[in-house]
């Protein structure tokens, strides 16, 4: 067996542990900000267009650790309740670099006059695979495999989603990627996400969220978060993942606990961070401390107060 092929063993059962954290798919820890890379349907949910762009280092210190860029747009044609998006993740593991570029379309169905809305919503998307072969070092340089391409050409798929919110809660369900990978061992992904605002009062805010994943060859992952926004500007909260088999994360399951904070530098920009917690994954020798950021700009919102920053139900 060729060196090259121990390599790629090596990231199979790389991705394997990364997989077995439920991400198998990118995951971000700021979900609750842009719901559009895992359910089309939110793209116009929010009643204007917008800019989200977030960028995550997973496992920091690990040579080849997950390096995951995002960025989505998103418009709501309001004469005709019909929203439109566009959006790409880049996601970079070793010499591994995956690239998936998606098209969203969403119908949001006014279900009664208290503001009650349905989004259906279906994503056409498609996805490449490239190695970068100058950061290996193989012992045989004649081993015909070098000579095989190493890129994989954008491959189509479909996704599907359901997005129910009023100004005071929000739930939807979503199947990103219908079109399962065989070749490259990428099953299909189910989410579901929701959350609720509670007013306290003018000065304080609360906003529990919780996104559950699930694929056929995994449990069932949870990911719980609060965000308390204070005076309408400042906005900070604890999270934690896991999966429903194990409960809470420790350390010798996936999971994580972490706190995101951030401020709305104005009615159209919001800027925030996440940090991961170096708990999980401990017994194997990853500490899955991990940074994210996240910047969103918001064009002419309509709506008054702080629901037109860090989230629109």
């Not at 996104?211 to 965000?227: A, G, I, R």
């Not at 994360?249 to 919001?270: D, K, R």
């Amino acid at each position: 067996m060729k060196y090259l092929h121990h390599i790629w063993v090596f990231f199979a059962l790389f991705c394997t542990v990364w997989t077995a954290s439920a991400q198998q798919e990118a995951s971000f820890s700021l979900y609750m900000f842009n719901h559009q890379s895992i359910n089309p349907a939110y793209v116009g949910a929010t009643g204007y267009s917008q800019i989200t762009v977030g960028s995550r280092n997973q496992w920091d210190g690990i040579l080849g650790a997950p390096v995951t860029h995002a960025v989505s747009v998103s418009h709501l044609f309001k004469n005709k309740n019909l929203g439109f998006g566009i959006s790409s993740i880049n996601d970079k593991i070793g010499p591994t670099e995956r690239v998936n570029i998606a098209a969203d379309m969403a119908y949001h169905l006014k279900l009664n006059a208290q503001g009650l809305k349905l989004g259906v919503g279906l994503k056409f998307s498609s996805r490449s695979l490239q190695l970068d072969t100058s950061l290996l070092t193989y012992i045989d340089s004649n081993d015909p495999f070098l000579g095989i391409s190493q890129d994989y050409n954008f491959s189509p798929n479909v996704g599907f989603g359901l997005y129910l919110q009023n100004k005071n809660f929000y739930f939807g369900v979503g199947v990103p990627y219908f079109i399962e990978d065989e070749e490259l061992y990428l099953q299909r992904n189910f989410y579901a996400i929701g959350g609720a605002l509670i007013n306290v009062g003018s000065f304080l805010k609360i906003k529990p969220s919780i996104l559950l994943q699930k694929t056929e060859s995994l449990p069932l992952v949870y990911d719980n978060s609060v965000l308390f926004s204070i005076n309408d500007i400042f906005w900070i909260g604890p999270q934690y993942r896991s999966n429903i088999k194990n409960g809470l994360p420790n350390q010798n399951t996936a999971g994580f606990f972490g706190g995101f904070m951030g401020v709305n530098i104005s009615q159209n920009l919001s800027i925030g961070y996440a940090y991961q917690g170096a708990l999980a994954n401990a017994t194997i020798g990853i500490t899955n401390t991990s940074h994210e950021i996240l910047l969103r700009y918001q064009f002419s919102p309509k709506n008054i107060g702080f629901l037109r920053s860090p989230r629109l139900f």
